[in-house]
């Protein structure tokens, strides 16, 4: 009896000792796998919903830098849409040389001509009213005489009036041609530049889905990423969540390269996702609802360049 109790109490005393061990002993910390990936600056370019031309032209490789406003792709209906450009200019051009052949050419001066030819009846037929008024005609023949000058001068004021609505009725006439072909000209210019595929940011090409002489699909031709908006992104599990709090500290350290990068956590994604398990990754260790974290570095410039680099993420 005085072994056991001697047993019980060496037990015991082991047992307080590891105990307070345990509970002195810092709490292991929270590591998970991530990736670089840039969704705020990725786009996808030249997609079409209901299938489209052909490529007649790539003029990109993976991983070659664009600017805004490069041509990426040249599409098969290019040739067909510049030369309809070119006639919708051309018929443009002509139609406005018309239009100023018709306000500063013979037209204006036939008018300007006929309004003289107005102003000489009026001031004629002034001085053959006077004439008229002092002969000695009876006054039958002088009314007649004066009725003859007044339709000599209504002649040539309706002349005058006629000349003036035709020229006014053939300028609206023009001016609505010269609308239309504006119209068809734009339409034209829409057309050569939706065949011409055009990057909308800066960045570089990371994946073609297209290539020369093949059509155009849903995907879209070629994917450009803007590496200035990369980002770290992990996935945590919901139980470890009391551990991660937004513009919380972490640690990253990509594959191949020895360097520890600091950052903060900028997002954390109010949604859940289920997430298969994966022996690698301590923040996910069962097959449970987990949570995106998005992290940035503190450097911003010194974040590797790639897409989809592999990151081992310690939140501290």
Same mark, same amino acid.
């Given at each position: 009896m005085a072994i056991m109790a001697v047993l019980v109490l060496w037990l015991a005393r082991n047992g307080q000792t590891a105990g307070g061990q345990d509970t002195a002993r810092p709490s292991k910390p929270l590591i998970s796998r991530g990736y670089t990936?840039?969704?705020?600056?990725?786009?996808?370019?030249?997609?079409?919903?209901?299938?489209?031309?052909?490529?007649?032209?790539?003029?990109?490789?993976?991983?070659?830098?664009?600017?805004?406003?490069?041509?990426?792709?040249?599409?098969?209906?290019?040739?067909?849409?510049?030369?309809?450009?070119?006639?919708?200019?051309?018929?443009?051009?002509?139609?406005?040389?018309?239009?100023?052949?018709?306000? $500063?050419?013979?037209?204006?001066?036939?008018? $300007?001509?006929?309004?003289?030819?107005?102003?000489?009846?009026?001031?004629?037929?002034?001085?053959?009213?006077?004439?008229?008024?002092?002969?000695?005609?009876?006054?039958?023949?002088?009314?007649?005489?004066?009725?003859?000058?007044?339709?000599?001068?209504?002649?040539?004021?309706?002349?005058?009036?006629?000349?003036?609505?035709?020229?006014?009725?053939?300028?609206?006439?023009?001016?609505?041609?010269?609308?239309?072909?504006?119209?068809?000209?734009?339409?034209?210019?829409?057309?050569?530049?939706?065949?011409?595929?055009?990057?909308?940011?800066?960045?570089?090409?990371?994946?073609?889905r297209a290539r020369q002489g093949e059509s155009v699909n849903p995907v879209g031709i070629a994917k450009v990423v803007d590496l200035h908006q990369l980002r770290v992104f992990t996935d945590v599990d919901v139980l470890h969540l009391g551990r991660v709090v937004l513009a919380g500290a972490v640690e990253v350290k990509f594959r191949g390269d020895s360097t520890a990068y600091r950052g903060r956590i900028t997002r954390m994604s109010p949604a859940t996702k289920l997430k298969q398990r994966n022996q690698l990754d301590e923040a996910n260790s069962t097959d449970d609802r987990v949570v995106q974290v998005e992290i940035e570095l503190d450097d911003p410039a010194s974040m590797p360049q790639v897409v989809g680099r592999e990151a081992r993420v310690t939140f501290l």
């Open positions: 990936d840039a969704p705020t600056g990725t786009v996808m370019i030249g997609g079409d919903p209901g299938g489209g031309g052909v490529v007649l032209e790539m003029r990109v490789s993976d991983g070659q830098k664009v600017k805004r406003d490069e041509i990426i792709a040249v599409l098969s209906n290019f040739p067909r849409a510049q030369s309809e450009v070119r006639s919708a200019e051309a018929q443009l051009e002509k139609l406005k040389l018309q239009r100023v052949d018709m306000v $500063s050419g013979f037209r204006v001066t036939e008018l $300007s001509l006929q309004q003289i030819n107005v102003q000489s009846t009026i001031a004629t037929n002034k001085v053959k009213a006077l004439e008229v008024a002092r002969s000695d005609h009876t006054p039958a023949r002088k009314e007649i005489e004066l009725g003859t000058l007044q339709v000599r001068l209504e002649k040539a004021e309706a002349i005058l009036h006629v000349m003036q609505k035709r020229l006014e009725s053939d300028l609206a006439g023009l001016d609505a041609l010269i609308a239309l072909d504006v119209a068809s000209l734009d339409i034209a210019r829409a057309s050569v530049a939706q065949a011409l595929v055009r990057s909308p940011i800066d960045g570089v090409v990371v994946d073609i």
